[in-house]
């Protein structure tokens, strides 16, 4: 009795594990079939496209900021926002009329400084040498009739000696002309301090002679006394004087100019042409000019009023070709060259793609808040028709590479095992459903490369978690 309750104790516990066996095995069956959602794809042959991705936003490819650089009232503003402008084009003026005069006086200074220049790397004019002979004889002539004069005081007059002396005071007013003459052509044709100098002593001279002349004159007339021979005497030596400047006066002239006088003449031109070229530089610099063809975006001043010196007056956009600037991650920007093409949409036209290429990657690159590095790329814009505007936000997608005849499969039929970090997919066999090992490539914008485990047309599937997953399976 003892021994068959045994074995009907062994029969029930036998029975229930065949039955919990079975309730587990139909479970399991079930939920490869029936538990959880399910979503199948098929690993196919094709081409994978590699890309790097960034945002950035629309930019002229040119843009100048436009200002006075000198201080004055604006006299004209020549454009609105939204103009079209040429190269060269006027766009706002100030008042130029004080800079216009300052420009003629600049150039009048000019040319009379290179007339004294050219005068003197020509050397002593025959006119001026035959005048300065002229003087010369004169004032011979005129020490002659002094010590004459002199000597007849001392000698006694008669009436033919006050004929000559009247005929010296004659030639000493002549004298005193010709003088006269000289020094107001000296001081209309030149700056010169010692030619202005030498025809004002000579003119000096000659009124002096000329004094002593009529002095000796009085006294041949009235008689000699003590008075008239120390006048006399003073004539002798005026005339003298007269002489010698005279002389030195032919001497420079025949002697010509020296390289001091010509260096200092130069030296004049040049500062009168650095007078000028500044001069016109600022009338230059009074008219705001469009530095390349554009569109006006801004204007900050009006007619009549001042204008703001060193801050922007008006803003030029260059709108004939756009492009965007974005920042590559140093990781990425190795694999962009100039001349690779790019894909950019915008948020303001979210339904259109548009074309463009590379224009420049920067050598250097830029350090980003939390010491990540990144690259300043430009993207130039292929013409389009779509009304594309500066500062609309893009985004943009820089083709890489092409991968072709490769097997792939979607992303979200990727696994990862939790404890070893292997990549592995759910894959469908007649009715069962097994984990395979992947090995894994290129990803991009949802779609692997398959480089190891599948073959083309496998049936991959994803299953939604259930208890065959959480049983058998490791997530």
């Known amino acids: 009795m003892k021994r068959r309750t045994i074995l009907y104790v062994i029969l029930g516990v036998v029975l229930v594990a065949a039955a919990v066996a079975g309730i587990l095995i139909w479970s399991a069956q079930q939920t490869q079939t029936t538990a959880g959602e399910t979503l199948t794809a098929v690993v196919e042959r094709g081409t994978l496209l590699v890309a790097v991705s960034a945002g950035g936003s629309i930019e002229p490819q040119a843009s100048a900021s436009l200002t006075f650089e000198t201080p004055g009232r604006v006299a004209e503003v020549f454009v609105n926002v939204g103009d079209q402008v040429k190269t060269g084009d006027a766009l706002a003026q100030l008042d130029i009329r004080q800079m216009a005069l300052q420009v003629h006086q600049a150039q009048s200074a000019l040319a009379m400084a290179q007339a004294q220049l050219t005068q003197l790397e020509a050397g002593p004019q025959p006119a001026e040498v035959a005048a300065a002979e002229a003087s010369l004889h004169a004032a011979q002539a005129q020490v002659i009739g002094a010590e004459a004069s ?21 030639q000493a007013e002549l004298q005193r002309k010709l003088a006269q003459l000289e020094y107001d052509r000296v001081v209309a044709t030149t700056d010169d301090e010692d030619a202005i100098e030498q025809a004002s002593y000579d003119l000096y001279i000659a009124e002096k002679s000329l004094a002593a002349a009529q002095a000796a004159l009085d006294s041949a007339l009235a008689g000699a006394n003590a008075d008239d021979l120390s006048a006399a005497q003073a004539n002798v030596e005026a005339a003298l004087a007269q002489q010698d400047a005279a002389q030195a006066r032919l001497d420079l002239l025949l002697a010509g100019p020296t390289e001091e006088q010509i260096a200092d003449a130069r030296a004049q031109v040049e500062r009168a042409q650095a007078a000028l070229e500044q001069a016109e530089l600022a009338l230059e610099r009074a008219t705001l000019r469009a530095p390349f063809d554009g569109t006006i975006s801004k204007v900050n001043v009006s007619a009549d009023e001042m204008a703001p010196v060193g801050l922007p007056a008006i803003t030029l956009l260059d709108a004939s070709g756009l492009q965007v600037a974005i920042s590559v991650d140093e990781v990425d920007v ?142």
């Open 334 to 475: 190795g694999r962009l060259i100039v001349g690779q093409e790019a894909q950019i949409t915008l948020d303001a036209i979210p339904d259109v793609t548009l074309a463009g290429t590379v224009k420049s990657i920067a050598p250097a690159a830029t350090l980003a808040q939390g010491g990540v590095v990144y690259y300043n790329v430009v993207i130039t814009l292929s013409p389009t028709d779509e009304p594309v505007r500066a500062d609309m936000t893009a985004n943009v997608t820089i083709i890489v590479k092409e991968l072709t005849n490769v097997l792939t499969i979607p992303t979200w039929v990727v696994r990862v095992d939790r404890l070893t970090g292997q990549t592995y997919v759910n894959q469908k066999v007649g009715s069962e459903i097994k984990r395979v090992d992947v090995t894994l490539g290129v990803r991009y914008e949802g779609v692997a490369e398959v480089v190891n485990g599948l073959k083309e047309g496998d049936e991959v599937i994803w299953v939604q978690e259930g208890f065959f997953e959480g049983f058998g399976g490791e997530q």
């Open 150 to 170: 002199l000597d007849q005081l001392k000698a006694g007059l008669t009436g033919s000696q006050i004929a000559d002396a009247e005929t010296r005071v004659a």
